[in-house]
């Protein structure tokens, strides 16, 4: 096979795998995809599908034969997507039920039907384990793909019957190749700012899906970017003065401030390691330059302290904290942090 899944960024090893499977004609009936939000599982899902009915000599799969046309446009009555309602938190029972009433039912144009379960990692038990009995004995025509962020809420006895594939995360060089060639707003932002690109690159941490909407909403982004630059600015400062002023600039909402508490945590872990020699991947600095004049006013140990408060907030507002109770904690224990 010349190509396999040309489709997909990165994730050779896992593409050559799937490949082999496929072509060998031993694909295993289910799958578990892992990996963060945004991280294209439901791409690599579809195309798998595709591939398992793709009859193509020439790539895997080729994207054009009417398999695949109608896989990838999602018109494939034996591709079925199982996902549950927005509003609901958790996967239930009920869902599996809907499995239920075609598992039995021979695919109707394809030689497999593939059932692809999305957020399993908000499956609750009692679902776990009705699907548990079908993925004991499927029958020989159906292939189950179980989407998650994380395993840790499946059950062992679903882990040890579907193999779990982790997608990879790309790399900011491969991460900018996608936008320039699939965003307008990015093609623009590379001549207009391509400081702005670089962040949006860097701060996508791995995830085309991320990438793209920050791309959308990059002002929004270069806003928050500020902020949290303007706080850790005055923070490390050397009189504190500033740093009460803040607190009224801090963002007013629930999600604003958990968006400004989730960069700050990201930054401070960039200047915790600008420390050191050896700088991995950043994930809210562009460049190390950037980083080290924040770096050089505090030590690691004060970074951590502050992330693990920003944290401790985090958890708190998802419940019941005021948010300007919130901004007023963080700014009060970050002074204290500096003090110490
Ligand atoms: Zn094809």
Redesign the pocket.
């Known amino acids: 096979m010349e190509k396999c899944f040309s489709a997909i960024r990165g994730n050779q090893k896992l593409c050559k795998r799937l490949a082999d499977e496929i072509a060998e004609g031993r694909f295993p009936h289910a799958y578990i995809l892992a990996g963060k939000p945004g991280s294209g599982k439901r791409t690599w899902a579809l195309q798998i599908a ?1 591939a398992l009915a ?3 000599r020439v790539a895997l ?5 009417d ?2 046309q109608k896989i990838l446009g999602g018109f494939s009555p034996d591709v079925i997507f199982i996902r549950k309602d927005a509003d609901k938190k958790e996967f239930t029972v009920n869902l599996i039920r809907r499995i239920k009433d075609s598992l039995y039912i021979a695919p109707n144009e394809l030689e497999k039907r593939v059932y692809i379960l999305e957020d399993t990692e908000t499956m609750n038990a009692n679902a776990q384990n009705a699907f548990l009995k079908m993925l004991e004995e499927p029958p020989s025509y159906v292939v189950f793909l179980l989407l998650c962020s994380n395993t840790e809420n499946l059950l062992e006895t679903v882990k040890s019957r579907a193999p779990i594939l982790y997608t990879e995360k790309l790399p900011a060089e491969e991460i900018r190749a996608f936008l320039l060639e699939n965003s307008p707003r990015a093609r623009e932002m590379a001549q207009s700012d391509p400081q702005k690109l670089q962040t949006i690159t860097i701060a996508a941490d791995g995830s085309i899906g991320l990438a793209m909407s920050l791309c959308e909403e990059s002002d929004k982004h270069a806003a928050l970017q500020k902020s949290v630059l303007d706080f850790l600015t005055a923070w490390t400062a050397p009189a504190l003065t500033d740093l009460d002023l803040f607190c009224d600039r801090l963002p007013s909402t629930g999600d604003g401030m958990t968006d400004f508490l989730n960069a700050l945590k990201k930054a401070l872990r960039d200047v915790a390691i600008a420390k050191y020699d050896t700088v991995p991947d950043l994930m809210f600095f562009s460049s190390f330059e950037e980083a080290e004049p924040i770096a050089a006013r505090i030590t690691v140990s004060k970074a951590l302290k502050l992330s693990v408060a920003a944290d401790t907030l985090i958890d708190k507002l998802k419940f019941y904290l005021d948010t300007r109770l919130a901004a007023v904690t963080f700014c009060s224990d970050a002074r204290r942090i500096m003090m110490e």
């Open positions: 595709a793709c009859k193509s799969p080729c994207g054009v034969c398999s695949c």
